[in-house]
């Protein structure tokens, strides 16, 4: 069956510090990937997406993401992070069969002055 | 430009009550439509999706139910609610091909007391 996790469920790190969180897949094929973040009491909000091309992908604030096939791996990146990224972050695959999206569990991140 | 909305933001109700929440996607035509809930400190299960007006699927078993009245309009429903329905509910929209992205509402807080 198809599965993403997200192995961190929770993660500190401070402001200005870099940031990693990672994401690993099963699935045959390469699938389509996602990454999202989510504000408390909000809904989710699309930082950046891979298809297909170049393996690292830039998002928004300051986001990127680089696709290892060999690990089946979409681990998010930030090279200095704010207190204003403290929030839940979802890895989410689409596959190239169905309409469906599966989503990790999630990881929050918390930004210590 | 799309955008989608999601009524009411927050709603609390007793147990054995009926339910509906309501979805409607603006800037679009014929969208694919997904009901997800998030419990807690947990992530997305996606509970219904549509391709097309009448159109349900269904994820998994449960007390609720989806329909498709109109093709950007999804509407989750219940006609007993119980405790464990409690969650963050959450509409999503794509643009139907299998690798578009998802983009979602702002989300209804559901509490059931």
């Known amino acids: 069956a198809q599965s993403v996790t997200q192995p961190d469920i929770h993660i500190t790190v401070s402001e200005g510090a870099s940031l990693e969180l990672r994401c690993n897949y099963s699935?045959?094929?390469?699938?389509?990937l996602f990454w999202y973040v989510q504000s408390p009491g909000q809904g989710l909000q699309l930082l950046l997406k891979?298809?297909?091309?170049?393996?690292l992908v830039q998002g928004i604030k300051g986001f990127e993401a680089e696709f290892k096939r060999s690990q089946s791996s979409f681990n998010l990146r930030k090279p200095s992070v704010h207190w204003s990224d403290a929030a839940e972050y979802f890895c989410a695959v689409a596959l190239n069969t169905g309409n469906q999206f599966y989503f990790g569990t999630g990881t929050s991140l918390t930004v210590i002055p | 430009s799309q955008t989608i909305h999601q009524w009411p933001a927050t709603l609390v109700q007793p147990v054995g009550s009926p339910l509906s929440l309501e979805c409607t996607v603006e800037g679009t035509s014929n969208p694919n439509l997904y009901w997800y809930r998030q419990a807690a400190g947990r992530g997305l299960q996606l509970l219904f999706y549509s391709v097309g007006i009448g159109q349900i699927s269904s994820e998994v078993p449960q007390n609720l139910s989806a329909s498709r009245p109109q093709d950007r309009q999804f509407i989750l429903s219940s006609k007993k609610l119980l405790l464990s329905d409690s969650g963050f509910y959450l509409c999503?929209?794509?643009?139907?091909?299998?690798?578009?992205?998802?983009?979602f509402g702002p989300g209804t807080r559901l509490t059931v007391l």
């Open positions: 891979y298809f297909s091309g170049d393996t």
């Open positions: 999503a929209w794509s643009g139907g091909s299998k690798k578009d992205t998802q983009y």
């Open positions: 699935y045959g094929a390469t699938p389509y």
